[in-house]
Nanobody, 119 residues
Framework: QVQLVESGGGLVQPGGSLRLSCAAS????????MTWYRQGPGKERELVAT?????????NYADSVKGRFTISRDNAEKTVYLQMNSLKPEDTAVYYC???????????WGQGTQVTVSS
């Protein structure tokens, strides 16, 4: 059974930090590109950050989070992380992780974790 379970969300003040985790099971994690998305209130879902499937994988970020967020993965633990620093109110959203198979049809989503940035 495929599962992606996000955790680490919560309420944080502007300027604060959070670390999100997405634990995977039920598929060969190392073969998948992992991506964090977010959907803010009244907004469409947007890509936040992506990390390639290989060891030391290439990363890409949305312009709005460059220099503040860092995506990483631990293939042994089957987990992808999103370190979020210098958080702003506009970062408030439900954050989702997605797994896409590099050479194959696999495409999975987690249920999301709420991040609220507010004083």
């Amino acid at each position: 059974q495929v599962q992606l379970v996000e955790s680490g969300g919560g309420l944080v003040q502007p300027g604060g930090s959070l670390r999100l985790s997405c634990a995977a099971s039920g598929f060969t994690f190392s073969r998948y590109i992992m991506t964090w998305y977010r959907q803010g209130p009244g907004k469409e879902r947007e890509l936040v950050a992506t990390i390639a499937n290989s060891y030391g994988g290439t990363t890409n970020y949305a312009d709005s989070v460059k220099g503040r967020f860092t995506i990483s993965r631990d293939n042994a633990e089957k987990t992808v992380y999103l370190q979020m620093n210098s958080l702003k109110p506009e970062d408030t959203a439900v954050y989702y992780c997605r797994a896409q198979e590099y050479y194959g049809p696999g495409d999975y989503w987690g249920q999301g974790t709420q991040v609220t940035v507010s004083s």
